[in-house]
């Protein structure tokens, strides 16, 4: 099992460029989460999908940021255009059924918009 | 909404001491989760525990332990003679299930936890 898999590792870009983020989740899980770390604010959800459908994505600070989930196996999370209060860490975690058995997180990706 | 407060910004202790970080819950739910994560400087998050909301036998795991007390909405987490190799930021986490179980988390501020040799 090769885990939750996050790319790119870094990323820095200029402001105003668009940003994708990938995740591959763990092969059998059913959801799957975006999560935004910051000093200032901490570890915070952005979005979840359950089967691949968008369920909650109250969390997502603003319409620059869109995730999409086109099969079990992948998913994106995009801003554009990019702002340097973007700069973060962001983590993608996946689970099956949510909290009954636990989420494992990757890597994540630390974003750093100049 | 729930929410999830590590009050302790910050600990440091010598190496061997005993260290407890503390962890209060908020939920309106009968049905929930409670998580442990550690966060080393390299930055993954690492699991180290998940209690269901109808289990509050405590737990141990080698140098690890769990409080886990309803009444008092807290979940604690002490390190027994605590190693360098401990160093890290803890987080509390709380996953609400009454929706089916598949919520997100809702993290605390976590605490550093600083092991001077």
Redesign the interface.
Known sequence: DAGVIQSPRHEVTEMGQEVTLRCKPISGH??L?W?RQTMMR????LI?F?NNVP??DSGMPEDRFSAKMPNASFSTLKIQPSEPRDSA?Y?C?S?F????Y????G??T?LTVV | AQKVTQAQTEISVVEKEDVTLDCVYETRDTTYYLFWYKQPPSGELVFLIRRNSFDEQNEISGRYSWNFQKSTSSFNFTITASQVVDSAVYFCALSEASGGGADGLTFGKGTHLIIQP
Not at chain 1, 102 to 105: K, R, V
Request: negative net charge.
């Open positions: 059913n959801s989460f999560y901490g570890l915070e959800l979840y359950n369920i909650d860490v983590f975690a689970s059924t949510g909290a009954v636990g989420y494992t997180f890597s994540g630390r």
